[in-house]
């Protein structure tokens, strides 16, 4: 076997309990590599005549080919030496890469990651992201999170969609105070609590630890308006880069 071509296999194995699948009696040397939950390939090793890829050689190659999210970096790499456009998979941005030792381990491992993500489910996208920060809203009506954290450093808050264990939260409590007052680490999500009101409705929530306090002056409504382009905080969102610099 290749050793670049077992190589892949073992880190596949290792990151994605991927294991090579051996789907062709006509083809007994072509492998793909699939996810465990959605069944679709994230890889396709396969074996062909070098001449296949324009190359003037008479040997047979391995090559892996695999999916690129973005067409603008798919056509970028088939530029590169050892890259080309998806043999026998040339929809949907893939692309073929050379297993000669033309292209270095560690960038294969890569582009198979890329294809990995490419291909996931959104389940499986949302557990392997990495980190986020995230502006939660804090309505001192219903709950006086300035009392909660002077009792105790991790408590319980609402499960935010898309939030998951290891992200940042910056709690903003509305009005009267009307800023950003804590900055939080989520340490446990999706933990199942029922509560509704009428008002306010809950199906899980997710623990957050302390880690920062600010000034109640400092990101107020009107800075995060003026300064960072922030008008309204409805709901868990994404924060600019320029205003989780600030909160450092």
């Known amino acids: 076997m290749n050793e670049m071509r077992e190589r892949l296999f073992t880190y596949a194995g290792k990151k994605y309990r991927a294991s090579p699948e051996y789907l062709w009696a006509r083809y007994p040397n072509y492998a793909v590599l699939r996810h465990r939950d959605n069944r679709k390939w994230f890889a396709l090793v396969m074996d062909i ?18 999916k ?9 790499l088939i530029q590169q030496e050892g890259f080309y456009r998806g043999y026998h998979i040339s929809r949907g941005n893939w692309i073929s890469i050379l297993l000669d030792g033309t292209v270095a381990f560690e960038e294969l ?19 392997r992201r990495p980190p986020k920060a995230w502006i939660v809203p804090a309505n001192p009506k219903y709950y006086d999170v300035q009392k909660a954290f002077d009792e105790a450093e991790e408590i319980n808050w609402k499960q935010g969609k ?3 264990t290891g992200d940042t939260v ?3 409590v509305a009005a009267p105070v009307s800023a950003i007052l804590y900055k939080c680490r989520v340490t446990k999500t999706d933990i199942p609590f029922r509560f509704d009101n009428g008002e306010v409705r809950m199906s899980s929530v997710m623990k957050i630890k302390l880690l920062k306090r600010y000034e109640p002056d400092r ?22 880069e320029s205003l989780r610099e600030a909160l450092k």
């Open 219 to 240: 990101f107020t409504f009107d800075v995060l308006g003026k300064e960072y382009g922030i008008f309204a905080v409805r709901g868990p969102r994404g924060i600019p």
């Open 49 to 66: 005549p070098a001449a296949k890829l324009g190359l003037e050689r008479g040997d047979t190659v391995d090559i892996l080919n695999v």
């Open 170 to 172: 910056y709690l903003y």
């Open 162 to 164: 898309g939030i998951k």
């Open 109 to 127: 491992c890569r582009w198979l990651d890329e294809s990995f993500m490419a291909t996931a489910s959104r389940e499986t996208r949302q557990k």
């Open 68 to 76: 690129m999210e973005d067409a603008l970096l798919a056509d970028l």
